[in-house]
């Protein structure tokens, strides 16, 4: 095993997935270079401060609260007012664009407050729009709030990051505002990975590296994520590698990074890095990740009908402090390890809604790269260092 005592989130990386070609990105340096994603080129993408932070729990209960006026109705000579109210709770259900159990186009909360105004002039635009967020490290629990909520010590080992307070026990109601290791404190999400080990020792990343991101050509069809979702990346069962368009793994510091299905050892001074990718097409309905079919990847440049929603790409990136593929397992219980075939990561929404949407019409929707977001109103510096 070899152990590095420099700081392995320096130059986290690029963002992957389509054509896996990602060149240099300096977190060091904290100018993150060109990215090539053949059909996402980013650009360059400043993430200054990128050092680690923790990812939450699976959190299944929801409790979301949405008010919505549809108005006066006037049908053969008579007017009718309508009141809609949508409550998460354990049924897990979102809003559907129309009365609960009535047809009508799936769409996000809608939200009354319209969010900060977004200034993005002079940022790098004609291609996919990103927008980032780094993440520390908060806690290693054996928790998991998504599939065993309220199991407390029951679940495998997971590294948690984000949102600070996250237990077996959390609900994504219970994370809006609070207190967040995320370079933007309008983001207190939590995020959560389980443990890779290295002949039996743990190895914990200091932070994860976020993208907010669209496909190209897809980019304006994106709507926000919808407040109280919870979704699972990745298969905690699979006995084959899932592919590197969900779990992929490369090495920091290369000029062309090409993600690849299983580790890899990296040259001496640099870092094993994880790469995975969350499904970017939601149901419209089911705010609830535990059953893994509220969200399903996207199929070239549209969702399918029974996802018809696209929301925001997340891509999830975390640096090992280990430059050795040799004697990786992945916890799979309290207590035991297992292959790191069953890797996965799991995101609790506990993001300012407004602040969210206004980032994601502004960056992702137009294709601008607004690079890392900071502050509690998450304000980009865009694609280059500034």
Known sequence: MTKKKMDESADLPGEPVSALDHRALDHRALDHRALDNSALDH??????????????ARGRRIRLTAAVIVGALVIAGASAAVTASALGG??????????????????TSPSADPGPTVNTAGFPTGGPGIFTDTCGHT???ANDPILMPGMTGMAMQHDFFGNTTTTATTVTGQLVGGSTSCSTTADASAYWIPVLFQNGTPLTPKSALIYWRAP????HGVQTVPAGLTMIAGDESALEPQ???????????????RLSDSPQDCTAGTFLRLVITFPNCWDGHTLDGAKQSNVVMMAGSSCPSSHPVQIPQIVFHVNYPTSSAA?????????????????HADFMNGWN??????????????????????GADAVPKGGKQR
Request: net charge negative; proline share 9%.
């Open 43 to 56: 650009g360059a993408l400043d993430n200054s401060a990128l050092d680690n932070a923790p990812v939450g």
């Open 90 to 107: 354990g049924s897990g259900s979102g809003p559907t664009g129309g009365m609960p159990g009535m047809a009508g186009a799936p769409t």
């Open 139 to 141: 806690t290693t629990a």
């Open 216 to 219: 190209a050509g897809a980019q």
């Open 243 to 257: 592919g590197r368009q969900t779990i992929g793994w490369t090495c920091s510091g290369m000029a062309q990074v």
């Open 327 to 343: 004697g990786l397992t992945l916890s799979v219980s309290p207590h035991s390890e297992g292959p790191i075939t069953t890797e």
């Open 353 to 374: 809604e407004p602040v969210l949407t206004s980032d994601v019409n502004a960056c992702v929707v137009t294709g601008t790269r607004c690079g890392p977001v900071t």
